[in-house]
């Protein structure tokens, strides 16, 4: 079984900052992409921020210039650094890896169960 763990969710005032973390355990052969979504009341899950275990990285529009993904391969985490917090950004903060977990597997998504974000005005 793999786990994915996130934590550092919280409240925070507009224009602050929060850096969640979200690690990976169980079973892994292979993490390929790990990536950070969000989900806010009423609206579909977006994707946010994405890195690859090469060290790649991408952003939605609205993450470019605030947030920042990075990640620790030996201990299977991605972080993100969320800075310049709007209300907009008020979401659920769910962590993805697409892993395998055997060789010869084929890839599969994990998620984490989530974490609170909440920006005030």
């Known amino acids: 079984q793999v786990q994915l763990v996130e934590s550092g969710g919280g409240l925070v005032q507009t224009g602050g900052s929060l850096r969640l973390s979200c690690a990976a355990s169980?079973?892994?052969?292979?993490?390929?992409?790990m990536a950070w979504y969000r989900q806010a009341s009423g609206k579909q899950r977006e994707l946010v921020a994405t890195m690859t275990s090469g060290g790649s990285t991408d952003y939605a529009d609205s993450a470019k210039g605030r947030f920042t993904i990075s990640g620790d391969n030996a201990k299977n985490t991605v972080y993100l650094q969320m800075n310049s917090l709007e209300p907009e950004d008020t979401a659920v903060y769910y962590c993805?890896?697409?892993?395998?977990?055997?060789?010869?597997?084929?890839?599969?998504?994990?998620w984490g169960q989530g974490t609170q974000v909440t920006v005030s005005s």
């Open positions: 169980g079973t892994i052969f292979r993490i390929n992409v």
């Open positions: 993805n890896a697409r892993l395998q977990t055997k060789i010869m597997v084929p890839p599969r998504d994990v």
